[in-house]
């Protein structure tokens, strides 16, 4: 049965989340999986320092719609001083803020930020601490199990989020040095869940609707958030959904992927305009053709395509 989720003040319809995903969940992407059913979408990771200084960029990845709430925005930083400040800058965008402390990325690492955080639980502690004091809205963090393997310490972190004020808490269950590699540990989740009173979210290898139905009976958590699963596959919300609720998942048809696919660049011609949109948009149609018969020969086309009309008639004779 689907289940409402409540984190802090916000009730959300269902407990399936699209996660932050750096370069990815901009407005289009998250309008695109509202669409088939996504409780709460997350903004890309957004830079403190860059807010804070001012950056005209950085504000750009706030851009949303009044289609796109609720909205979480993912900050990230390794000063509690600046966690704070950027907190207070973003309030007035979205409905809730989560802290990123699992990036596993070199660039984020070597700033003290994302997962490097990990290393260092007592200033996990005093971000929290200062990033609550500074909003009334829903407080998360999302973090990996640990810097390297064998040397776990999310049960820690999950302790020190919920004495500190964090209303959820999402595990990715890898270590930091895992990056992407090997499988997803999901035995940590049920560890956490069974260790926090505030609710987990599940992250870490949702591919198909039958991993989310998997993950949230296997370990009893109280979301689940999907990442790279949704690429080019929106339709894993609508699916999980139909499970949940009883109903047999409608799987999309050739016409629904094609329409989908358009109606996404068109979200991005709007918003960015048209070079920009038909840049980004090649990896997106890559995407949405995955695992379909010839993708390898319409990826290699739309790869080389320059204008808008090529790309949609390359698009629609694909998926026809």
């Known amino acids: 049965m689907t289940r409402t989720l409540t984190i802090g003040s916000l009730t959300l319809d269902s407990n399936l989340l699209l996660a932050p995903?750096?370069?990815?969940?901009?407005?289009?992407?998250?309008l695109v999986a509202r669409e088939q059913g996504a409780a709460l979408c997350f903004t890309e990771m957004v830079s403190v320092n860059g807010l804070v200084r001012d950056g005209k960029k950085t504000f750009e990845l706030l851009r949303s719609?009044?289609?796109?709430?609720?909205?979480?925005?993912?900050?990230?930083?390794?000063?509690?001083?600046?966690?704070?400040?950027?907190?207070?800058?973003?309030?007035?965008?979205?409905?809730?803020?989560?802290?990123?402390?699992g990036c596993p990325v070199r660039k984020v690492v070597t700033s003290g930020a994302g997962s490097a955080l990990l290393r260092e639980p007592a200033k996990i502690a005093a971000i929290i601490r200062e990033v609550r004091r500074a909003t009334t809205l829903p407080l998360?963090?999302?973090?990996r199990t640990g810097w390297e393997t064998g040397e776990a310490n999310?049960?820690?972190i999950g302790r020190i989020a919920g004495e500190e004020g964090c209303d959820a808490i999402t595990l990715h269950?890898?270590?930091?040095?895992?990056?992407?590699?090997?499988r997803a540990d999901w035995s940590g989740i049920r560890e956490l869940k069974e260790a926090v009173r505030i609710p987990v979210i599940g992250s870490g290898d949702l591919f198909t609707a039958g991993d989310v139905i998997a993950m949230l009976g296997l370990t009893g958590c109280d979301a689940v958030m999907?990442?790279?699963?949704?690429?080019?596959?929106?339709?894993?919300?609508?699916?999980?959904?139909?499970?949940?609720?009883?109903?047999?998942?409608?799987?999309?048809?050739?016409?629904?992927?094609?329409?989908?696919?358009?109606?996404?660049?068109?979200?991005?011609t709007e918003t960015a305009g048209e070079t920009v949109a038909l840049r980004e948009m090649?990896?997106?149609?890559?995407?949405?053709?995955?695992?379909?018969?010839?993708?390898a020969r319409f990826r290699d086309l739309v790869n080389?395509?320059?204008?808008?009309?090529?790309?949609?008639?390359?698009v629609k004779e694909f998926f026809q």
């Open 21 to 30: 995903m750096a370069g990815i969940t901009n407005l289009p992407v998250r």
């Open 65 to 101: 719609s009044p289609g796109d709430r609720p909205l979480g925005i993912q900050i990230f930083g390794d000063d509690p001083g600046l966690m704070a400040e950027g907190a207070r800058l973003v309030a007035g965008h979205g409905d809730l803020i989560d802290i990123n402390m």
């Open 140 to 143: 998360t963090i999302k973090i």
């Open 154 to 156: 999310f049960l820690e």
């Open 173 to 182: 269950p890898r270590s930091r040095s895992q990056m992407f590699e090997g």
């Open 226 to 268: 999907i990442a790279r699963g949704a690429l080019g596959n929106p339709w894993i919300f609508r699916e999980a959904l139909d499970i949940l609720s009883g109903r047999e998942p409608r799987h999309p048809s050739p016409a629904e992927r094609a329409e989908a696919a358009l109606r996404h660049l068109e979200l991005f």
């Open 282 to 295: 090649r990896k997106h149609f890559c995407w949405y053709a995955r695992g379909l018969p010839g993708s």
């Open 304 to 314: 080389r395509l320059e204008s808008g009309s090529a790309l949609t008639a390359a």
